[in-house]
């Protein structure tokens, strides 16, 4: 009787010492050295993205990124709602976490009068951007999301490799990314 007893207990602690390693594996998300948010303000479009809830049937999305004066930054999300074509369009707010770097985002869709609770705040964390600002990558600590972004709607295929390897490299999984636009990758 103690036998049967000691298995299930064995594969609980197997399993739970396996979750504990692989949670260690896992480095910390790392962002860019710095971002200059008048350089980062203006357009850009969408290549590809991890699917998620608040996107769904969403294609072709565009974001527009506008410092404002108090030091916030003002989102305007756009895209094609792929059932009736008709354009889907939301505005929030993004508050800097870590001015050092200016890096580390917090954004917010809620109408404004219930931002101020925290509720709905979102981590927006630029983990690559090139040196031009010609592309971004966005994630957060936990890897749930991730956005790649360009200042034209597609990307050439070296550079897009090239993404993707930086994004490897960041312990993110680069097989849920799908894009957001037909043909965003040119040869």
Known sequence: MNKLFLIPVLLFSISCAHADVSQKEIS???TVSHVDLQRYAGKWFEIAKYPNRF???CTEAVAEYLPLQNGTIEVHNTCK????????DIIGVATVKDHETNAKLSVNFLPSWLRW???GAGKYWIIDLEPNYQYVVVSEPKREYLWILSRTPTL???TYDSILQKITAQQLDVNSLEFSR???IRN
């Not at 709602?81 to 889907?88: E, H, N, P, V, W």
């Open 28 to 30: 910390p998300l790392q």
């Open 55 to 57: 996107q769904r049937g």
């Open 81 to 88: 709602k792929t059932k009736d074509g008709q354009l889907k």
């Open 117 to 119: 609770t925290g509720i």
């Open 156 to 158: 050439d295929r070296v």
């Open 182 to 184: 037909e043909n965003p």
